[in-house]
């Protein structure tokens, strides 16, 4: 009972965190929308994608198996492994970005990433830093810390997406008032991609991201720093090779993820116009951002008590069952607010130049609920050993996802491409719901 007590009060701590961080993009998000243009918001989703597909590959996944050995020896060995391998793989993106600059703008397909580029070998390697110190904090129980890192990257990307886009429309000569009735009264100002418009999005992530890495190596700093004279090179690659199976198994199951999220843009905008994929961006983005900071709140309680309890009991099952529970209290509501107001509360919230994205957000919403249940169990392959058999999993599921906006587009109406990966993801989740329940439970 004490545990389950712990385990509640360590997701609630990392909740509060999350509404606060939630709560402010969700105020701000009906501003963002009136100062920055839908395709700049396609500019910025092509920059994420990149960003997020080069950090698969930064620490060689080593980063995840940091919660699990029971001393702290291995962990700070494994915390010493990822971070050279996220130096080398920085290293290498910056002599790329340089060496290949002209042909990777071209093959980006946006002229205004010309010289943020540069910022992806520095956002590869926060975010991979970010990542390390998150699960070091976890495997520690700094779940205030943890959530007070969230609120401090969510309100400097904010005010640094909001400087930008008021500068943007000529702040401070202009008011703020006067910018915001301006956008409003000539939504023809709001147009296409700016330069500083580009800057305000991508410059913004940068620096929240570095915020977050600040406040989380405190702690590490403060507390842990004598953990490091156990560091050696020997003990180093004794944890590289006890947990291959990271760089192995689940980097390739990782890169089919990020591939998947990757291609999505490139083939959206292939088949159809920049305004469409900035609806498109746009939706994931106000429904799963909100939705996976919860998830991932829950998933980080549960990968360190799931973790701990399979190595003294061995089955996790009741756990698991407990888990999707109350994520599906949460997630369900949800799913009916989008399903019968998600158009109009779009409209309504973000102008009516957003309510494509509300009709969005309609037909993905089972998708994207169903997702938002799985995703805090979605570390039980790793604590049972069964990175291989989610692996193959995750390939088909992927491979459902980009099919079905492929067959969206040679149909030219996307519309029926999300309509399609809504109803193939439903059938996905369903199995892998019953999947993960079953591999939970203690082998006999």
Known sequence: MKSLSEYSKNVLTLLSGTVIAQALPILFAPVLTRIFSPEEFAVYGVYIAVVMFCTVLSSGRYELAIILPEDDEKAINLLSLSYRLLAVVSAAVLFVVFIFHDRLIALLGHDELSGWIYLLPIGIFFLGSFNILNYWNNRKKRFKNLSLARVGQASTILAGNAAAGFAKHGFPDKGVLQILSDVQTNPGVNTGVSKLGAIGLVGGHVCGVFISN????????????????KSNRVQRKSVAKEYRAFPRVNMAHALSDKVQGMSIPFIMLYFFTDKIFGFYSYTIRIVRAPLGMVS??????????????????????????????????????????????????FAFVFSDDWRVSGEFARILAPWLILNFIVSPVSQVPLIVNKQREAFLLS??????????????????????????????????????????????????
């Open 214 to 229: 600040c406040v989380l190596l405190y702690k590490l700093l403060s507390r842990d720093r004598s953990l490091f004279k």
């Open 296 to 345: 991932s709140s829950i998933g980080q309680v549960f990968y360190q008590k799931g973790a701990e309890q399979y190595n003294q009991q061995g089955d996790i099952s009741v756990l698991v069952k407990a888990t999707m529970k109350k994520t599906a209290m949460i997630g369900i509501p949800c799913l009916l607010i989008l399903v019968f107001f998600g158009p109009d509360l």
């Open 395 to 444: 390939l088909i599921g992927n491979g459902l996802i980009v099919l079905s906006i492929v067959v969206g587009g040679m149909m030219k109406d996307v519309k029926i491409g999300l309509m399609i990966l809504s109803t193939t993801q439903v059938i996905y989740y369903i199995w892998l719901i019953i999947w993960t329940v079953k591999i939970s439970k203690k082998r006999t």
